[in-house]
């Protein structure tokens, strides 16, 4: 099985650079706030490297037009619906050209929101991610991964499987064996600093996925 590595949360171009080096399929850049937040003119010049490495950027719940603005100048090959996730909004944001649109689905322990089977069928890819108090993603911690394995069967489709949520060099295969995804998602596991990528960590990250 081969296993696709995102890197995200980038804010230097160096690090993109490094992402790129080592192999990397997916580069992200986050809009929807936080610590790793970027504007459109920095996320265009930190991305202006990623060479053929898809550029995805993580949005919170933008209008339809600001969606569209983004996605072209940066460009961005995918976006990824961290605030509305909705399967309603993943075709809104299908209807403005977004060439993928990935939805991420909030887990609390091992359970999945009773929306999680339309989104496999609608999205581009699910993104588990650990569910935060304000309701979302992006906590930088794991979900139990063999609870939602357990569940996970009975609604996985067509969609691919995306794992985000407290990955380190050091977890990542395990992840990998309990939830079989196709794309691995890391931002603050290779980090010396919020935003500041490690290199180290990120090589260790890449050859641990590739171990797995």
Not at 123 to 131: F, G, I, P, Q, Y
């Amino acid at each position: 099985m081969h296993v696709r590595i995102k890197f995200c949360g980038l804010t230097r171009a160096e690090d993109v650079t490094t992402a790129v080096a080592l192999g990397c399929d997916y580069v992200g850049v986050i809009f929807a706030g936080g610590p790793r937040n970027r504007t459109l003119g920095e996320a265009s010049s930190i991305l202006r490297h990623a060479g053929s490495v898809r550029r995805v950027g993580v949005f919170g719940a933008p209008h339809a037009t600001e969606l569209n603005h983004y996605v072209t100048t940066v460009p961005l090959a995918v976006a990824q619906l961290h605030g509305d996730s909705s399967p309603k909004a993943v075709m809104a944001a299908r209807a403005v050209g977004v060439g993928e649109v990935w939805s991420v689905v909030p887990v609390v322990g091992g359970a999945l929101p009773k929306d999680t089977e339309e989104l496999f069928q609608c999205a581009d890819a699910v993104v588990l991610d650990t569910r935060g108090a304000n309701g979302l993603g992006g906590t930088g911690q794991s979900f139990d991964w063999a609870a939602a394995a357990a569940v996970l069967g009975a609604v996985r489709g067509q969609a691919r499987l995306v794992i985000a949520g407290g990955l380190t060099p050091d977890n990542v295969a395990a992840a990998i064996a309990h939830l079989k995804p196709d794309v691995v998602d890391v931002s603050s596991g290779v980090e010396s600093a919020p935003g500041v990528k490690d290199p180290i960590l990120m090589s260790r990250f890449v050859e641990a996925v590739r171990s797995a």
